[in-house]
């Protein structure tokens, strides 16, 4: 079997160590997605899809993640420290659910891999760059219920939508967007003279209107 195609999706940040995700095809055929590129302590290397390894529930009996402290189904609390070690005595939490059985497969598809990433971030510095990896639509937001109102959004340097907060949305009266997660300042009001507690003539303070 040979590797026929190789696709590519970069990450935003270079400073994370996961640097991209990739495909890749055999023979024209048969698809694998959902690789990874990382950096690790002695360069770059491609890591194979994975599963997040899960337990059951002693009480009701549903899967939870090994580092879940509670059970999703009946809230249990659920010892921190589930995980099997491997040689090097780390936690074991992922499974790959894809994997070559010998070193001949593994480096054809590091070496495969590794050459359509340092090409891919040469075609991203060009004008005009396109991904072709398919994410399948995971990027994209939800459609919202007709019951839930309208809220702004804004797009970031990335080209990436986001939506704002109901209490950053514009005003009434026009003002101006707040940054994304930063709380308006509360509005000011002015104090009521209001005397021993009782409202004045005229006056809309403590007691107005009570006959």
């Known amino acids: 079997m040979d590797i026929t195609e190789v696709r590519i999706k970069l990450m935003e940040d270079p400073q994370e160590r996961l640097q991209a995700f990739c495909s890749i095809t055999f023979d024209h055929c048969f698809v694998i997605r959902d690789l990874k590129i990382i950096e690790g302590a002695k360069g770059s290397f ?10 059951r529930c002693p009480r009701c009996n549903t899967k939870n993640q090994l580092r879940a402290l509670y059970c999703n189904q009946c809230g249990v609390h659920l010892l921190d420290d589930r995980a099997g070690k491997d040689a090097d005595g780390r936690a074991k939490l992922y499974a790959d659910i894809a994997h070559p059985i010998n070193s001949r497969c593994r480096e054809l598809i590091q070496r495969k891999v590794m050459d359509a990433f340092h090409d891919e971030q040469v075609k991203a510095r060009q004008p005009g760059y ?12 939800a459609d919202l219920s007709e019951l839930e109102p309208a809220q702004a959004t804004f797009v970031s340097s990335s080209g ?13 009266a026009g003002d101006s967007v707040n940054a994304p997660h930063i709380a308006p300042a509360p509005e000011r009001r002015e104090p009521h003279s209001v005397a021993a507690g009782h409202g004045s003539d005229g006056d809309e303070g403590f007691g107005a209107g009570i006959g």
């Open 130 to 141: 396109v991904c072709t990896y398919d994410d399948y639509g995971e990027d994209n937001f």
């Open 160 to 172: 990436a939508v986001h939506r704002i907060e109901p209490a950053h949305a514009l005003g009434a």
């Open 46 to 55: 491609v890591a194979m899809p994975s599963r997040k390894l899960t337990d």
